[in-house]
């Protein structure tokens, strides 16, 4: 059986697929408000192009693909993407990243579709707040969960950036949300990724601090959940929610690691805090073949550092996080 294996013996399992580099939010710590150098269109791949590389992906081991942005529903018919995906052989695992915005409406098409887990980025319960660090309305966002809820998804995983002195405070809301709504619920630290990454490192909260604040109020029983992602999990003793730490500064999870990055223009990057890229899109347009796409992408992967640098040079990656998909 083929399967991808990096330099550091690490195999590659997951690909994390970007559709668009935009996104109806402005969260500061992710895109700033002033950013308007988005690619154009014809820049990003086109549906059959993705469908092509991700064939080649799942030909040679990958099993689990996770589809982002910017925010992926402002992609066009991103619905008609998930069809040409879900049918893909050795692909079990074909999720979605969501600010949750629009999701009201594509609840219902993206789980026929063939979506079946969703992750929802929300960091407070608060409009006001809300609208301070994403210069959106909370409502929305509400109201596209409760549609993802009806509609079958499960698990749906809320992600909360904790930002010291921005939202600290509301961990204990989002937990007892969750366990109303029987939503996993992930927090996250903030990373130095653009210029509006580095600014948000002004918050640094670390998540080990997080924990203990949590284990005064909750039972926490040491947990496993599918997904293939970074997360560290806990069940909350007594219930079926579930609470987990992505810990890139505090605790980062480097030696695990079993992903890539396909961003919107199909440049395939190695790591979310280093520059290691792999451009597939002027060869895919050049006319290459099906095996030697597979080649390249064999390549891209021998090009994957051992680790990201987000602590010693938090400076270095200059492109946003909205950019490469998270």
Same mark, same amino acid.
């Given at each position: 059986?083929?399967? =991808?294996?990096?330099?550091?013996?690490?195999?590659?399992?997951?690909?994390?697929?970007?559709?668009?580099d935009?996104?109806?939010?402005?969260?500061?710590?992710?895109?700033?408000?002033?950013?308007h150098?988005?690619?154009?269109?014809?820049?990003?791949?086109?549906?059959?192009?993705?469908?092509?590389?991700?064939?080649?992906?799942?030909?040679?081991?990958?099993?689990?693909?996770?589809?982002?942005g910017? !925010?992926?529903?402002?992609?066009?018919?991103?619905?008609?993407?998930?069809?040409?995906?879900?049918?893909?052989?050795?692909?079990?695992? =074909? @999720?979605?990243?969501?600010?949750?915005?629009?999701?009201?409406?594509?609840?219902?098409?993206? +789980?026929?579709?063939?979506?079946?887990?969703?992750?929802?980025?929300?960091?407070? =319960?608060?409009?006001?707040?809300?609208?301070?660090?994403?210069?959106?309305?909370?409502?929305?966002?509400?109201?596209?969960?409760?549609?993802?809820?009806?509609?079958?998804? @499960?698990?749906?995983?809320?992600?909360?950036?904790?930002?010291?002195?921005?939202?600290?405070?509301?961990?204990?809301?989002?937990?007892?949300f969750?366990?109303?709504?029987?939503?996993?619920?992930?927090?996250?630290?903030?990373?130095?990724?653009?210029?509006? %990454?580095?600014?948000?490192?002004d918050? +640094?909260?670390?998540?080990?601090?997080?924990?203990?604040?949590?284990?005064?109020? +909750?039972?926490?029983?040491?947990?496993?959940?599918?997904?293939?992602?970074?997360?560290?999990?806990?069940?909350?003793? %007594?219930?079926?929610?579930?609470?987990?730490?992505?810990?890139?500064?505090?605790?980062?999870?480097?030696?695990?690691?079993?992903?890539?990055?396909?961003?919107?223009? %199909?440049?395939? +990057?190695m790591?979310?805090?280093?520059?290691?890229?792999?451009?597939?899109?002027?060869?895919?347009?050049?006319?290459? @073949?099906?095996?030697?796409?597979?080649?390249?992408?064999?390549?891209?992967?021998d090009?994957?550092?051992?680790?990201?640098?987000?602590? !010693?040079?938090?400076?270095?990656?200059?492109?946003?996080?909205?950019?490469?998909?998270?």
């Open positions: 059986m083929n399967q =991808l294996i990096d330099p550091f013996k690490r195999p590659i399992e997951y690909v994390r697929l970007s559709v668009t935009r996104c109806d939010l402005r969260c500061f710590y992710c895109m700033p408000e002033d950013h150098q988005f690619q154009e269109p014809a820049e990003w791949l086109s549906f059959d192009e993705i469908q092509r590389v991700i064939g080649a992906f799942t030909r040679l081991g990958v099993s689990r693909i996770r589809i982002t910017g !925010e992926p529903l402002v992609r066009r018919n991103v619905d008609q993407l998930v069809e040409k995906l879900a049918v893909l052989p050795g692909l079990d695992d =074909l @999720s979605m990243s969501t600010n949750a915005v629009s999701l009201s409406r594509f609840a219902q098409p993206l +789980y026929a579709a063939g979506v079946r887990r969703l992750n929802v980025s929300l960091d407070t =319960l608060q409009a006001e707040r809300f609208k301070t660090i994403t210069k959106g309305k909370l409502d929305k966002v509400i109201k596209g969960l409760m549609a993802a809820k009806e509609a079958g998804f @499960s698990p749906i995983k809320i992600n909360m950036v904790v930002m010291k002195g921005i939202n600290d405070d509301e961990v204990e809301d989002m937990v007892e969750c366990l109303k709504h029987d939503f996993t619920l992930r927090f996250i630290e903030t990373m130095p990724m653009g210029s509006s %990454g580095l600014e948000a490192t918050h +640094y909260q670390d998540l080990q601090e997080i924990k203990h604040r949590l284990q005064q109020h +909750y039972d926490l029983i040491p947990s496993f959940m599918p997904g293939g992602g970074p997360a560290r999990y806990f069940n909350i003793a %007594g219930s079926k929610a579930n609470i987990g730490f992505i810990t890139p500064i505090s605790q980062h999870f480097c030696d695990t690691c079993n992903r890539v990055r396909l961003s919107a223009d %199909g440049t395939l +990057y790591c979310l805090g280093q520059e290691h890229n792999f451009p597939l899109r002027p060869l895919l347009r050049a006319g290459i @073949s099906d095996h030697e796409l597979e080649n390249a992408i064999r390549a891209a992967i090009l994957k550092p051992e680790k990201h640098e987000f602590n !010693e040079k938090p400076e270095q990656v200059v492109r946003f996080m909205s950019f490469t998909g998270g």
